[in-house]
């Protein structure tokens, strides 16, 4: 019924173009038309699209029927129509309700697409009378609702999800998969490189050259790449042919060639003939090559770090090996020569400002003490805790902790003088001749005193056994009187000491590992 009506409509505003002041517009209810009926999920009984030119003229034509929507022109108006068919017009759809008519002067004419069912009956009287006020939402939650009854029909069967029940849902099974066993053994050492702290020594094969200066070194080994078993062969043929027809045999020089083993290495960089030595950075185990660096920079060889001992491997014609070194360059043909000399040149300039003037500092630097994300996760809730407790005194709020020799002072102090103790205490073991991490700050608000060598330690032993508090507090000097009542009157146990630095013992801690564990 509705789609004849839309289809008389159509070809009845095609005829006389003069009814609509466009396509456009009719276009658009249409499109409102198929929203109603699919975006909104609507079954109406009736489908009708109207065209009139006023708003009385609408009113009259969807006189008793109860609509949820109108479209004109290219405008939306929500309305709504109440059951005696009165309609009731938004305030915020247009200005005033009075100058609707006005409002729509200019548009010749208004195409509604409406949607509803027309009532039976006329429209019922509005019954007068007292409103009755809601039930307050506190009274409506004490009133119990009623239980829905479960249909006999239908027996509830929970599923099983035992060894040999019912099918298990589907879920990420990546944990559960059964890898080899060199994939989990790799997997657990780079775990434990992140996890615990790496020597300089090691750590240092963490920092490898860049990709563009690695492709230009391998890219010049590889012109220098030894003899092949089949080149061999073939050579030794062609000599022994000649020997054959009784042509006289001249043993051809031996072209330069890189040289590889960490042996062959070692002998040329203490003869100080290797004019570039390249070292591989997973070399298993790493022992083998952990002294090159430091040999190198001691007899003034240029050296650099590359990944993947696969790739030094393919250059000499093996699987992997574990360094490379090149000894001479081509003297037997000119520009060939001046073309590698520059090359080398480039390179060697690059190595010495990545590895070997940074030797100091690679020395000095340690690698691992990274934490999970668990531990992470519950370290930084920790100190979230610590930020909002309120069984701190303010006085403590601004201590700070030096996380080497466990001098307390406060934020101020740290920052304008530093930490002298520090500085001394570093200065005897001879392995740094600059202090580092000195004015580091602790846990804010919470101070703990271990052996200054296992700090970190201590500190997390407490976190994980879930013994936190500030048990000891010891300062270089004196604290003010009230400071050190109120310290007491806590249980906690209060010694001002100033650390011996002409002897190498460390201050005794002033609370036993009973006390704390």
Known sequence: MASGKIRGLISDMTQKPDIISGRMTFALSLYSLMFMRFAWKVQPRNLLLLSCHSLNEAAQLIQGFRFYKFHYGSSCFNKSVSESGENNANDTDVDNAENFDDHLATVDCIILCFVGRKTKMGPKKIQKGKKVA??????????????????????????????????????????????????????????????????????????????????????????????????????????????????????????????????????????????????????????????????????????????????????????????????????????????????????????????????????????????????????????MNIMTSDNIPKDFRNLRACLVCSMIKSIDQFESQGCDNCEQFLSMKHDRDKVYDCTSANFDGMIFLTDPDDSWVGRWQMISKKKIGIYAISVSGTLPNAVVSEIRAMGMHYKPYMRDTTSKQHAVPIVSEDDIY
């Open 134 to 383: 809601e039930m307050p939402a506190a009274l409506k939650k004490k009133v119990a609702e009623p239980k829905k009854k479960p249909n006999p029909l239908f027996e509830p069967r929970p599923k099983n999800f035992g060894i040999g029940q019912d099918i298990q849902p589907k879920r990420d099974v990546s944990r559960f998969v059964r890898w080899p066993k060199y994939i989990v053994l790799q997997r657990q050492l780079a775990i434990l490189y992140k996890r615990l702290k790496v020597p300089p020594a090691i750590n240092q094969f963490r920092f490898a050259l860049d990709r563009p200066t690695t492709s230009q070194v391998l890219r010049l080994l590889r012109k220098y790449r030894p003899e092949t078993k089949r080149a061999k062969l073939k050579r030794l043929k062609s000599r022994a042919a000649k020997q054959a027809k009784g042509k006289e045999d001249a043993p051809s020089k031996r072209p330069p060639v890189v040289r590889f083993g960490v042996n062959t290495v070692t002998t040329l960089v203490e003869q100080k003939k290797a004019q570039l030595v390249v070292i591989a950075h997973d070399v298993d185990p790493i022992e083998i090559v952990v002294f090159l660096p430091a040999l190198c920079r001691k007899m003034g060889v240029p050296y650099c770090i590359i990944r993947s001992k696969a790739r030094l491997g393919k250059v000499v014609n093996r699987k992997t090996t574990s360094c490379l070194a090149l000894q001479h360059i081509n003297p037997y043909v000119l520009t060939v020569q001046i073309t590698h000399r520059n090359s080398l040149a480039k390179i060697v300039e690059v190595v010495k400002t990545n590895f070997n003037d940074r030797f100091d500092e690679l020395r000095r630097t340690w690698g691992g003490g990274q934490l999970g994300n668990k531990s992470a996760a519950r370290l930084n809730k920790f100190q």
